[in-house]
């Protein structure tokens, strides 16, 4: 980074050639909290998108929102030019955008196995039972071919037969990511998916995330250090009290003044040039 380079001053709200999600005037209060206040804001599809922020900023409540976990005050948002305004978070997954949570819902007295299979799209909450006794067919054969593979893309197949409650924390975020790949999305929102994860599986990580992004998926990232979003992001937006206050290229967003201010100036020695 060139230390005298102008600050550059991206401004939030901008167009995208090819959004795969647009979000318009999205609010969510919690009594007098304005948590989430996002005017405009278009996700470019097949990019890795870092969403930014100071604690408290409405990172997790704006992901709630857009997948369906939580409900709007007011304002739209489109999936591939689809409302999900009032749609619940598994239809929301139906239609090919999941998240994974800041805290893991990994289910502790399931097996990892287990786990992905009760997270397929064929094989819903309410048919777990069916799912664990065995028994439906080619779907299970298919469910479970997939998850193998899948365990096998993070790491895990040799815990295929362990309770998800006996892995790491960092295992246990995998599987997290794992569980949401289970209904083939095309937008994942992931939400810390690096807090907790010891340095060794943290590029492991930011590889697989590189990687679904590489294959074709668009993914929505929360991430508090700098230097990893430096490093994996095609472009950062910036929330600060709920409003998208910058967005850009991640060199930009690192110089950028309102940034510095709102943000970096919290974590001095994290990123800031
Ligand atoms: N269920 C809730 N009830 C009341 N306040 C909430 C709730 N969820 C979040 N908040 C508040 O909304 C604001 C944004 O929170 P959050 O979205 O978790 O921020 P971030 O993920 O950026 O740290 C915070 O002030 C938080 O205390
Ligand atoms: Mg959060």
Redesign the pocket.
Known sequence: MVADQPFAEPVPGVAKSDPVLVVDGVTRT??G?V??DVGHLEIQRHTVTSLI?P????????FNVLSGFDNANAGEWHLNGGSLVGIPAHSVARRGMVRTF?LTRSLARLTVMENLLVADQHNPGERLRGALLGGWGAAEADAKERAAALLDRFGLSTMVDEYAGSLSGGQRKLLEVARALMVGPEVIMLDEPMAGVNPALTQSLLTHIQTLRDDGMTVIF?EHDMDVVQEISDWVVV?AQ?AVIAEGPPSSIARNRVVIDAYLGEHHGDAAP
């Open positions: 919690f009594g909290l948590a989430v922020g604690n408290g900023a409405g990172k997790t409540t704006l800041q929360i929330l709920g």
